[in-house]
């Protein structure tokens, strides 16, 4: 199972406008999609993810990360990623 979660810092502008289009391209493929802030709340968590910018995408199956994207990216360069991660898993 694939789960695509994403990570957005605090008041970040890129982080707020990609979020709609991740759960857009997720929903189409059927993903489910996680969001972790990163505050000092989760900070625990997002250390162990090894988080060094915002926002960033990882893309889980059964628990383990297969891939990551950093930084924005225009709806059509995350689809063409997410689409080929995906192709990727036997």
């Avoid at 406008?17 to 759960?23: D, E, I, K």
């Avoid at 969001?35 to 968590?45: D, M, P, Q, S």
């Avoid at 090894?50 to 950093?70: H, K, N, S, W, Y």
Wanted: hydrophobic share 45%; charged share 25%; glycine share 6%.
């Amino acid at each position: 199972m694939y789960e695509l979660l994403e990570v957005s810092g605090e008041g970040c502008a890129n982080c707020l406008s990609l979020l709609p289009v991740v759960r857009r391209l997720a929903a189409a493929r059927g993903i489910p999609v996680g969001h972790l802030e990163v505050n000092e709340e989760n900070a625990e968590r997002v250390r162990a993810l090894e988080i060094v910018r915002v926002p960033t995408l990882i893309v889980f199956r059964d628990g383990q990360e297969i891939a990551r994207c950093t930084g924005f990216q225009p709806e059509e360069i995350l689809e063409l990623w997410l689409d080929a991660k995906l192709a990727e898993q036997p």
